[in-house]
């Protein structure tokens, strides 16, 4: 069955970089492009990026700036850096699988999350 | 950016009832929406996508109708397993929004 594990740290400083990778099992990596998520109780869900297997990104321009998705397709993973984080960032983080290539089509599976609060 | 306003934000219902949550886009989207209900502490389940398309496992008392920019998600005869979060999602392009939540809660 397809999976998606995500880790990261879950504590960062303020102005500090972000950083979180999702690791893919059960589902041929190189046929979707891979997203990162975001949810806050004051904004809801939100898209940050995403990449496919050959390195191509796609991000969301009001993050744009700060945001790198890289991928690693030797371990079927993929991760999110995000720099120069403020409380604002603080959230629970998704890495999701998302559509495939030439295919309009939502997320239907998700890594379990990760609470990630922006704090000295 | 396309807007997506849900409504009501909170419905109250019974177990055996049946609910109608919508979604409308700020721009026309076609039917490349999508449903997903959220539980505490766990991540978004897809529903439903292309609008009244039913992702397998679903179970079919849930349902979704619409194109353009209206879209309604309904739950047929509330089971004590449906009282969640529920989002919608437009997927017109790579980087899709989402609404704003709908949380059923027991009546």
């Known amino acids: 069955q397809v999976q998606l594990q995500q880790w990261g740290a879950g504590l960062v400083k303020p102005a500090k970089t972000l950083s979180l990778t999702c690791v893919v099992s059960?589902?041929?990596?190189?046929?979707?492009?891979w997203s990162w998520i975001r949810q806050t109780p004051g904004k809801g869900l939100e898209w940050i990026g995403e990449?496919?297997?050959?390195?191509?990104?796609n991000y969301n321009p009001s993050l744009k700036s700060r945001v790198t998705i890289s991928v690693d397709t030797s371990n079927n993973q993929f991760s999110l850096n995000l720099t120069s984080v403020t409380a604002a960032d603080t959230a629970v983080y998704y890495c999701?699988?998302?559509?495939?290539?030439?295919?309009?089509?939502?997320?239907?599976?998700w890594g379990q999350g990760t609470l990630v609060t922006v704090s000295s | 950016d396309i807007q997506m306003t849900q409504s009501p934000s909170t419905l109250s219902a019974s177990v055996g009832d049946r609910v109608t949550i919508t979604c409308r886009a700020s721009?026309?989207?076609?039917?490349?929406l999508a449903w997903y209900q959220q539980k505490p502490g766990k991540a978004p389940k897809l529903l439903i996508y292309?609008?009244?398309n039913l992702e397998t496992g679903v179970p079919s008392r849930f349902s979704g109708s619409g194109s353009g920019t209206e879209f309604t998600l309904t739950i047929n005869s509330l089971q004590p397993d449906d009282f969640a979060t529920y989002y919608c999602?437009?997927?017109?392009?790579?980087?899709?929004?989402f609404g704003q939540g709908t949380k059923l809660e027991i009546k």
């Open positions: 292309k609008a009244s």
């Open positions: 990449i496919s297997h050959t390195g191509s990104t």
């Open positions: 999602h437009q997927y017109n392009g790579y980087s899709g929004t």
């Open positions: 999701a699988r998302g559509h495939p290539f030439g295919i309009y089509y939502p997320y239907d599976y």
């Open positions: 721009q026309t989207i076609s039917s490349w």
């Open positions: 059960g589902t041929s990596f190189s046929d979707y492009y």
